[in-house]
């Protein structure tokens, strides 16, 4: 390490965390004033033409407008049918390659000596300072180390002791429910369960619970990362605000265990009680990387399936009809939503080297776009894909949750919550009826429904 390196990592160590946080904001404020940059929105909302109206070569798949818009359907059919491998280069996020096909999306996502996970996992490039490091973004042997610090807060044991308490909150906010008018399931439940989950993950003061889903919110919705409408100032913003929160629940935690509590299940404690990570605070960007990838990948992905699973059941009554009939079916059912909606778009890798994909050279360098959206409506592995099919044979062949070293770290607790979710409004509701046009979110990587208004009619 040379003498600059030794300098900057001291420094790092004993800089409170916020302080650096807003040295970064300074710097990237004034770099974009000096590059009359500050205040240029990227994106502007324009219907998008037809898939059939647009050359292949012409294709944008990065397109922020493209999900909202309902056309993300026809647009990957005919790049999966007619370009697997697609290359696009002029984006607003320079250069990339897509990789539609179920197949090919495995191929790569099991390849980590080949496709990098670094430096990011997104198409666009995040502000300098705001690249903190994350074991998601990160390849073997540094991913494992960081990934198995964490790894105990989602074990199977843990989710046994948290089972119990997350079926309670969910029962609250159901209970709560206004019945036989209309309102936000998004807001009244979908955020609101995803709130006391990743609350109930860190241990997070109850009360300010909501605090960890703004920070979510405003962290993955970055106009120049992913298209979203967030401009730097509000990120910089929430992440002094997510420092200084999570640093005082790491000292709040150390004190009380300190003074003789019993550690809980929690991720701090966890973290507390590893020998590697006992230490975590005084790494404090790593710290926040650590912890702000759990919020993170918890917050957008289990949000949108609660969403996701009442559309779907209201776009396809008949799918609706037999779970009611057979309410057995609702953990078959948990995968075929996650397939239906595939909350996180893509994932994104770097090629280490020259290589072929599907007959296609991808140079040394080349971002490469693996679309899970795409590859869980493969037609070549899912029959009838657009359908909704609650008993769907190979449901839990979908993607969704990525495959390799980097598969879903929360998966078996997001499937929990969503079947206890289930489990719990079959018991309470006759139905679920949404009513009007859901609204979505503008973003290439989150596939969100930001409203939908629903009503719902209980049982006699
Ligand atoms: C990684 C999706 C829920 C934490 C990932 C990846 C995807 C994903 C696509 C990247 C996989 C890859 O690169 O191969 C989802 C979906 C969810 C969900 C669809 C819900 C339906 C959660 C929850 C948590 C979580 C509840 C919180 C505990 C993580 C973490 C990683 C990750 C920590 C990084 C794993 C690694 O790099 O080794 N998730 N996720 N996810 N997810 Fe999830």
Redesign the pocket.
């Known amino acids: 390490m040379s003498i600059a390196d030794t300098v900057a990592t001291t420094a790092r160590s004993i800089i409170p965390m916020e302080l650096q946080i807003r040295g970064a904001h300074l710097y990237d404020k004034t770099r974009r004033i000096v590059t009359r940059t500050d205040g240029q929105v990227m994106f502007t909302e324009t219907p998008i033409p037809p898939v059939d109206d647009v050359d292949l070569a012409d294709i944008d798949l990065s397109n922020p407008f493209l999900y909202r818009q309902g056309l993300w359907k026809s647009y990957f059919e005919r790049v999966r049918n007619e370009a697997p491998v697609h290359f696009q280069p002029n984006s607003p996020f320079g250069p990339f390659w897509s990789v539609t096909r179920h197949a090919d999306i495995i191929a790569v996502?099991k390849n980590h000596k080949v496709f990098s996970?670094e430096p990011f996992?997104i198409i666009g490039k995040p502000p300098r300072f705001m690249d903190i490091a994350?074991?998601?973004?990160?390849d073997p042997p540094r991913?494992d180390s960081q990934?198995a610090a964490?790894q105990g807060?989602?074990a199977p044991k843990n989710l046994r002791e948290m089972e119990d308490l997350i079926r309670s909150r969910v029962q609250e906010v159901l209970d709560d429910l206004p019945v036989n008018q209309p309102f936000d399931w998004v807001r009244t439940v979908s955020v609101e369960l995803t709130a006391r989950?990743?609350a109930t993950?860190l241990d997070f003061p109850y009360e300010q619970r909501h605090k960890l889903v703004e920070w979510s919110d405003l962290a993955t919705s970055m106009e120049q990362t992913n298209g979203g409408p967030s401009d730097n100032d509000e990120v910089f913003g929430a992440m002094v605000d997510a420092a200084k929160g999570l640093s005082a629940l790491w000292h709040d935690k150390a004190a009380r265990k300190a003074a003789g509590e019993e550690p809980g299940f929690d991720l701090i404690s966890l973290l507390q009680a590893n020998d590697d990570t006992k230490d975590l605070i005084d790494r404090p960007l790593e710290f926040l990387g650590n912890l702000t990838?759990?919020?993170?990948?918890?917050?957008d992905?289990?949000r949108?399936?609660m969403s996701g699973g009442v559309l779907a059941l209201n776009e396809f009554p008949d799918q609706f009809e037999k779970l009611k009939a057979n309410p057995d079916l609702v953990p078959g059912m948990v995968s075929e939503i996650?397939r239906w909606?595939?909350?996180?778009a893509y994932?994104r890798r770097i090629a280490k080297e020259d290589t072929i994909l599907n007959g296609q050279f991808i140079r040394k360098g080349d971002k490469v776009v693996?679309w899970?959206a795409s590859g869980n409506r493969d037609e070549r592995v899912f029959d009838r894909p657009d359908d909704f099919i609650i008993d769907r044979k190979n449901a839990r062949n979908h993607?969704?949750?990525?495959?390799?070293?980097?598969?879903?770290?929360?998966?078996r607790?997001?499937?929990m919550?969503?079947r206890i979710l289930w489990e719990e409004l079959l018991t309470r509701f006759e139905n679920i009826e949404v009513v009007g046009k859901p609204e979505y979110v503008q973003s290439n990587f989150v596939r969100g429904i930001s409203k939908m208004m629903v009503t719902l009619t209980p049982k006699q």
């Open positions: 996502d996970a996992i994350m074991f998601i973004a990160m991913h990934r964490v807060v989602v989950m990743l993950l990838l759990l919020i993170v990948g918890g917050n992905t289990t949108n399936s996650i909606q595939t909350p996180l994932m693996m899970y993607i969704a949750f990525g495959f390799g070293v980097h598969r879903c770290m929360g998966n607790l997001a499937e919550q969503l």
